[in-house]
């Protein structure tokens, strides 16, 4: 748990994610904080959506119905969004949302502009749009659960993207600043909790591929890629 427990409203878009996801969710999302809002918005007489029904008593989620006033129109998600406002005024730390969509992002922007904490968690294919505007997206198409150093340089995909991200912000001493790289790869959809770590600097001390200098403390680390034998 963080030193500073939040308060937390989750809410779920059920005919966007998947049931088989709420139990990584729920785990990652409570080190934040207590969820004191849980609410699960569908059209509960699909048939599609009954396999959350063990989900709904067993995280004790409210259950939000609404039915199609237009075929092929998921009336939910203004439903979600005017619940989202209406809680506004509340004591809320953090705003969560279990979809992958984009159609929420307007909705996102209204929080940030509040000075909201927002926490999404979606699938890759979510527009870079929606990734970006998120205080945080957490990636949920890999399992959640912390990746061994063997496991995270594995990943071509993700040891790419921290190359290129580093590469990116470089200098001519190919130093990078750490801050702007961890803004680069936020721009990118990247979420070290995806991989099992709170931290981004967390998870770069663990896959060791580059040279972190924290001398002077985070705010002015820098960090070149520990194939570049001269850095100056």
């Known amino acids: 748990m963080r030193n ?16 088989k996801r709420l139990d990584e969710i729920i785990e990652q999302l409570s080190s934040y904080g207590e969820i004191i809002i ?11 959506l009954k396999a959350w029904n063990d ?8 259950p939000i119905h609404h039915l199609e006033y237009a075929k092929g129109k998921n009336s939910s998600d203004m439903t979600l969004a005017i619940d989202v406002m209406n809680m506004l005024s509340r004591n809320i730390d953090i705003f969560a949302f279990a979809s992958s969509d984009s159609d929420f992002t307007p909705l996102i922007m209204e929080l940030r502009e509040h000075s909201k904490r927002v926490l999404c968690f979606g699938e890759s294919k979510a527009s870079q ?18 990746k061994t150093r063997k496991e995270l340089r594995q990943d071509t995909r993700l040891v790419n993207m921290l190359r290129n991200a580093v590469d990116e912000e470089k200098n001519e001493n190919a130093h990078a600043s750490f801050f702007s790289v961890e803004a680069n790869l936020k721009r990118n959809g990247f979420s070290a909790t995806t991989f ?17 200098d924290v001398k002077q403390g985070l705010h002015k ?8 034998r001269n850095h100056g």
Request: a negative charge; one cysteine or more.
């Open 196 to 212: 099992g770590y709170e931290k981004l600097s967390d998870l770069l001390k663990e896959i060791d591929i580059f040279e972190i």
């Open 4 to 19: 500073d427990p939040k308060t937390i409203a989750l809410y779920i878009d059920c005919e966007n994610i998947s049931y």
């Open 221 to 228: 680390a820098i960090l070149w890629d520990k194939r570049v």
């Open 55 to 62: 989900k709904l008593y067993e995280y004790a989620l409210k």
């Open 129 to 146: 749009l929606y990734k970006q505007i998120c205080t945080d997206f957490i990636c949920i198409d890999a399992q959640f659960g912390k």
């Open 38 to 48: 849980r609410r699960a918005y569908g059209n509960w007489q699909k048939e599609n």
